[in-house]
């Protein structure tokens, strides 16, 4: 299955978290400083897994979070904003950490001998 992106903030949230946190992206970005039960409500998702993709997505600087009084309950919630503009420094901050990755295994397979066996079909033998 193959899915659709409108959106590049949508389509990160969709790599780091999968269908759950495209839905959760696609309803922040359609209702602007919304709570966690507006967005459960319009994702039809469980209350548990949107503070999930929220927290997470937070704590990876896509969105921001403002605590504010509830005027009905007098309970504090969370006003979720999506933050748009990070999404390419994230982006870029990724590839960095896999390149530096990739470099030191470069180096390491360069350094170090390896040796195979020779049996044909052998699934170590890296032909």
């Not at 949230?13 to 966690?36: F, K, Q, S």
């Not at 929220?54 to 704590?59: E, H």
């Not at 530096?100 to 397979?109: A, M």
Request: aromatic share 10%.
């Amino acid at each position: 299955m193959k899915i659709e992106y409108e959106d590049t903030f949508v389509k990160v949230a969709g790599l780091i978290g999968g269908p759950d946190y495209v839905r959760v992206a696609r309803a922040l970005l359609n209702n602007e400083n919304a709570t966690d039960e507006e967005i459960a409500s319009a994702t039809g998702l469980k209350i548990k897994t949107v503070r999930k993709s929220l927290y997470d997505l937070f704590g990876r600087s896509l969105i921001t979070g403002v605590r504010v009084r509830d005027p009905k309950r007098g309970w504090f919630v969370y006003r979720w904003k999506a933050q748009r503009d990070q999404t390419d420094g994230f982006i870029q901050t990724q590839r960095k950490k896999v390149l530096g990755r990739l470099k030191q295994r470069l180096e390491y397979e360069e350094t170090h001998e390896f040796y195979h066996c020779g049996t044909p079909g052998d699934p170590n033998d890296g032909r």
